[in-house]
């Protein structure tokens, strides 16, 4: 530790009272003390990646980064097939007249098996906005949190993310405006995840802010706004910062090269903090968050198989399925160089032979309209819609014709060797404009009788 940290950390002891005070957590709001969590992780937080950390053991999960604006005047729905609540808007189109812009999903949740372990994390940089696109989700989640902590540009140049660290009289109105306008009104916790400062002075100064505001958490990224992902964390400032957050009673969550349930305990205990947040390990083999005792780490294909469940179950965007399978599976696997090459659902369960996942494939693709990308039509043991059977007879007769809509599985060359090797920090979060507008209207595109057996959510 630094001549520096170390005083820092001397001054909060000393000033700590007898007693450690507890922010009460609201009755709908979760307690992150004890807790080993998913980070928020734009694109690789999404609903089936949540899914599966909870399968493996995680005891909350941050959603991607939602940028205020995309949220406000969003659409809630249930689907009817499985359950989930989308929050969805229609996109300008580009200005394009000639196709009638469908609603987008900017955001999906689970209400039954993310109950009670799912924060919703927002980018914002405006009270105001803050608080508006709080109210669209707080009664679906169980928490709040503001990303203070984003360094890419597309965060920054808004006021949002990292900015928000030197722009702290902004950070405590945001803090102050979620907690009074919807932490108290919703009864759930208000949240921040911030980044270490370069002096422990610097850090020290903004958390006896933060803790001040009526929030129910702290994540400190033990980072650098300018470090890069590759560097290892810096955790000289933890014992600082968790002294500040225990004197004002606030759980305080370690981030930072965490790569498993057991060396978060492990760290918890040596640091004195509350609770420990992994990513990129979790975007890997999301089963680190499972105990060594409980077994550790599985083969990444029975990783992927789980993966691919929850994709079809949650009706995922393939781009996006793809984008996971791409970190899940270790990069010169053979199997996975044909799969990446897929277009559908159907084609993945294929390639990758997760056999017994092909008859929820196909409804998946008629659902998501990617039955004309399948290289070939399902067998009749799979069908099990009039509209799945259509559409497979329409690819005949374009095949017939020499059309290309059946096109050849090994076609294209593999352009990328996959695995888990992170060089950037984090992609683009959802923006009003810019979300994930290939996605159809997935409530409307065939009648529910039809969908039948449907994808489950099971608790
Ligand atoms: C793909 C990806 C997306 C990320 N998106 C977000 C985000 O939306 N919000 C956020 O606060 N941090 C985001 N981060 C940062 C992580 O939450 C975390 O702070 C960082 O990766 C350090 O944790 P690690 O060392 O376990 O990877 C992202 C990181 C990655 C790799």
Redesign the pocket.
């Known amino acids: 530790m630094s001549a520096l940290a170390e005083s820092v950390t001397a001054t909060a002891t000393a000033t700590a009272p007898a007693t450690v005070p507890r922010v009460p957590i609201p009755p709908n709001g979760v307690d992150y003390r004890g807790k080993i969590v998913l ?7 999404e609903l089936p990646s949540r899914l599966l950390a909870l399968k493996y053991g995680a005891d909350l999960v ?5 940028i205020d604006r995309s949220l406000i005047g969003a659409e809630r729905r249930v689907n009817p097939r499985n359950g989930t609540i989308e929050f969805t808007r229609v996109p300008s189109n580009g200005g394009r007249t000639d196709k009638a812009a469908k609603p987008s999903v900017i955001y999906r949740l689970d209400p039954v098996r993310e109950k009670g372990r799912l924060v919703f ?1 927002m ?1 914002t940089a405006n009270p105001d906005l803050a608080v508006q696109a709080a109210k669209v989700v707080a009664a679906d989640v169980s928490g709040i ?1 503001v ?4 360094p890419k540009p597309f965060s920054t140049s808004g006021g949002m ?1 990292a900015a928000l660290l030197r722009t702290p009289d902004k950070l405590v109105s945001i803090l102050e405006a979620l907690v009074r306008e919807v932490g108290q009104p919703y009864q759930i916790g208000i949240s921040v ?1 911030i ?1 270490i400062l370069e002096t422990p002075e610097l850090t020290e100064a903004l958390v006896s802010r933060l803790v001040r505001t009526g929030i129910t958490g702290l ?1 400190v ?3 650098t706004t300018p470090m890069r ?1 590759r560097e290892r ?1 810096i955790r000289d400032q933890l014992r600082m910062i968790k002294d500040i957050c225990h004197n004002a009673g606030i759980p305080c969550v370690m ?5 498993s349930r057991d060396e978060g305990l492990a760290l918890m205990k040596e640091y004195g903090v509350d609770g420990a ?7 890997a083999n999301s089963s680190c968050f499972r105990s060594e005792a409980d077994g550790g780490l599985a083969p990444w294909k029975d990783v992927v198989y789980e993966y691919m469940k929850f994709c079809l179950e949650s009706e995922n965007r393939l781009g996006n399925t793809k984008y996971l399978l791409n ?1 899940l599976i270790p990069g010169k696997n053979k199997e996975f160089n044909q799969a990446k090459n897929s277009k559908t659902y159907l084609d993945f369960c294929r390639a990758l032979s997760f056999e017994d996942l092909i008859p929820l494939a196909v409804q998946v693709d008629e659902v998501l309209e990617l039955t004309d990308k399948w290289a070939s039509a399902p067998s009749k043991d799979h069908v099990r819609s009039k509209a799945i059977q259509n559409a497979m007879e329409n690819n005949e007769s374009a095949r017939a014709a020499g059309g290309n809509s059946a096109r050849s599985k090994h076609a294209a060359q593999p352009t990328h060797t996959g695995g888990p090797i ?1 060089t950037s ?3 683009e ?1 959802a923006t009003a404009n810019k979300t994930e507008n290939e996605q159809p209207a997935v409530g409307a595109s065939i009648p529910t009788a039809q969908a039948a057996p449907q994808p489950g959510v099971t608790a």
Do not use: L, Y
Request: contains cysteine; aromatic residues 4%; charged residues 20%.
């Open positions: 980070a928020p992780m734009v694109r690789s937080g941050w959603g991607p980064e939602t994390q980018g949190d990303n203070s902590g984003c993310g995840k980044r994540t990224h033990c980072r992902p964390a981030n930072g090269d965490v790569t947040m992994i990513a990129t390990s979790a975007e970190m992170r920090s984090f992609p979060p």
